[in-house]
């Protein structure tokens, strides 16, 4: 039986060891806006003026580390932007804000940007493409590839 296809995802939330910095990175940077914030605990973060589709936290990782690599947990919080040129917007606001990418991909179904957030957890920025222009295989079955993305074309967006 499948899940009923009107389920989505409706926010993710992150432990992180500074509000303030983190929400300079989310808001500041990405430009969500905070929809609720309890002192230096947590805020909750949104587009649209959804009450979130971030939550960020402090209440079992203040001053905390980040996670060490080879664990389980969280690889990253895709956040998916309506077209490609809200895209081309983030990726100038990434790197105008000195923010390296580890990477950029053309997944045919999507293009994403992939980097770290201040507590280096994993974030993917993407758009999607229309269902029409979805590859397909050879059984006429939507597919996907990694290609990579030409940043200078998508900045001229």
């Excluded at 910095?21 to 914030?37: E, K, M, P, Q, S």
């Excluded at 293009?111 to 507590?119: K, S, T």
Aim: glycine letters at 10%.
């Amino acid at each position: 039986m499948s899940i009923d296809p009107r389920v989505d995802i409706g926010h993710v939330h992150l432990k992180v060891a500074d509000l303030d910095r983190a929400l300079g990175f989310y808001a500041g940077v990405l430009g969500f806006d905070v929809f609720a914030r309890y002192g230096e605990e947590a805020a909750f973060i949104s587009a649209g003026g959804y009450h979130h589709h971030i939550g960020l936290n402090t209440w079992e990782s203040k001053g905390g580390g980040p996670p060490p690599r080879n664990t389980t947990g969280l690889y990253h919080t895709a956040i998916r932007y309506p077209d490609r040129k809200a895209l081309a917007d983030a990726l100038r606001r990434v790197l105008a804000a000195g923010i390296p990418l580890d990477g950029a991909s053309d997944h045919g179904v999507s293009v994403a940007l992939y980097l770290r957030d201040p507590d280096q957890n994993g974030v993917e920025l993407y758009y999607d493409r229309p269902r029409a222009e979805w590859p397909e295989d050879a059984d006429g079955k939507p597919t996907m590839w990694t290609k990579p993305v030409d940043l200078d074309a998508l900045l001229a967006e």
